[in-house]
């Protein structure tokens, strides 16, 4: 397999991310958020942004850290997955 000219492109792949799981995917590589948080960053309905962010812990790229003083869950980038 050749390399990718981008690293990125590469682990996209190798995970089946979609365009919009890789827009969601990108403020976790930051630090921790919550749903919420990327909706208002996005501008987005929660809800919609939701399912992404399961899709992504079901394809353990988010894990969940912790919950928020309201009771949301707090997700962060599972950074195993950049040892593979």
Known sequence: ???SLI???EFAKKHSLTPKEIIVLIPFLNGPHTT???ADK???P?????HDVMRLKLK???ILKDK???GNNI????KEQLKK
Do not use: Q, R, S
């Open 7 to 9: 690293p990125g492109l």
């Open 1 to 3: 397999m050749p390399k």
């Open 60 to 62: 353990h790229l988010l």
């Open 46 to 50: 929660k809800n919609p942004l939701h």
């Open 68 to 70: 928020d003083k309201t």
């Open 42 to 44: 996005f501008g987005v």
């Open 75 to 78: 997700y962060e980038f599972n």
């Open 36 to 38: 919420a948080d990327i």
